[in-house]
């Protein structure tokens, strides 16, 4: 590249934030940063809120999509255009947030970055991954969903553009089907991070991808803040069923993806979530069959419950696996009965499954669970039994039996 085709870049660096990110990307990394029309809509939207136009933004995008990336050169990117500007940005890992921060400050470190805004330089004592200062009075502070912020705050108390707060995937999709995780992580933003602003007109931005209707997207659109908040959403597949971006999410990939678990595919990447109990299993992709393979093997899983006439069930499953690799539910039990019941429908159901077909029985925490455990090896007494504790959320655990019986 000549050097005045560099130097075209840097002007086109130094106006707008998606160009910063190539021309970064490029002189950092040796590589080619792949614009698409996910960060062609990213783009505007920060530019929009740089402006003062979006006091409160949610961007819902699937995952994958270079949403940090572009996040971390949007922040380096406004510090160059106002030194001192004060930016907080979290994550739901401490240590996934103090590596974003890392990647911001090594960026403004950077020779390249000098040359585009030499009037933006670390503080001499900046060294800590989490938190650094400019020459100017500006900073970057990096915390987890659970960190404190005590001291810290953005924005700056004058005319113009004086920072943001950041919240990049604020809840772990690992713990969204968790009702205690989700309110904590809201809670959090309502009694710490919101509470960081320095001016009321410091923009606040939300961004990652829905995982529950009620997960921190949902909180704030529910009117959980008592706030507008305006919306970017990116879904994976547009009106006509293409992909925004076919390199990375091919259509039919996608479609598949959907097919097996419509839930996931329906938040994480349609950014629509729906209840749990409509999007789980298709009834219809089980094929009934009169006879059980030879040489299938056997296993009857319990989850157990202990009030009669009411409440919770307790259930047996009879689930083969048969020689060609497919799966096979024969048979199941289900009742409700105290403890003196579902003992008898233990014994019951292994003496009619017979010695060949193995038992497996959650074992819940604590001594109490020991000691249930024991008693039901006592009374199973001759049967293949085994106890294991169980941990999450249970329809989490059951999503790799989903993704089975909905691609058939």
């Known amino acids: 590249m000549t050097p005045e085709a560099a130097e075209g870049w840097r002007i086109r660096a130094r106006n707008d934030p998606l160009d910063f990110c190539r021309w970064m990307f490029r002189s950092m ?20 809120l740089y402006a003062g136009q979006i006091p409160r933004g949610i961007i819902n995008i699937m995952p994958r999509a270079g949403k940090t990336i572009t996040v971390a050169h949007f922040i380096a990117w406004g510090l160059g255009q106002y030194p001192d500007s004060e930016w907080i940005y979290a994550s739901f890992s401490a240590d996934l947030a ?6 911001v400050r090594e960026i403004v470190q950077s020779a390249e970055y000098q040359r585009i805004f030499p009037g933006t330089r670390l503080a001499g004592d900046s060294t800590a991954r989490d938190h650094w200062k400019t020459t100017a009075g ?9 960190g404190t912020l005590t001291g810290f705050g953005a924005g700056k108390k004058r005319p113009g553009f004086g920072g943001a707060l950041i919240g990049d995937d604020l809840l772990k999709p690992n713990h969204a089907l968790s009702d205690t995780m989700r309110d904590k992580v809201n809670r959090w933003f309502s009694g710490t991070f919101r509470s960081r602003r320095n001016t009321p007109d410091t923009p606040i931005l939300i961004i990652g991808q829905r995982l529950h209707e009620a997960d921190i997207c949902g909180f704030l659109l529910d009117g959980g803040s008592k706030e507008h908040w305006e919306v970017l959403t990116i879904p994976v597949l547009d009106e006509d069923g293409n992909s925004i971006w076919e390199e990375m999410y091919p259509t039919e990939e996608m479609k598949l993806l959907e097919m097996a678990d419509q839930y996931t595919f329906a938040s994480q990447y349609m950014q629509r979530p729906a209840p749990l109990e409509g999007g789980l299993v298709k009834p219809d992709r089980l094929v009934h069959v009169d006879a059980v393979p030879a040489g299938t093997e056997f296993v009857r899983g319990w989850d157990l419950a202990s009030t009669v006439g009411g409440g919770d069930w307790t259930a047996g499953v009879k689930l083969g696996k048969c020689p060609d690799g497919r799966y096979i539910i024969a048979d199941a039990k289900h009742a409700q009965e105290g403890p003196d019941g579902v003992r008898a429908l233990l014994l019951g159901t292994a003496n009619e499954d017979g010695a060949e077909v193995r038992i ?16 039901l ?15 999450g959320h249970k329809i989490l655990r059951a999503q790799p039996l989903f993704a089975q019986i909905n691609v058939g």
């Open 29 to 48: 990394h040796g590589q080619k940063f792949i614009v698409t029309p996910i960060h062609l809509k990213m783009n505007a939207f920060f530019l929009r």
């Open 98 to 103: 103090s590596n974003t921060s890392y990647d």
């Open 138 to 146: 500006g900073q970057v502070k990096a915390a987890g969903n659970e």
């Open 360 to 375: 497996s029985i959650p074992q819940d925490p604590g001594q109490a669970g020991k000691t249930q455990s024991l008693d």
């Open 377 to 391: 090896a006592r009374i199973l007494a001759g049967f293949p039994v085994s106890f294991s504790p169980e941990s």
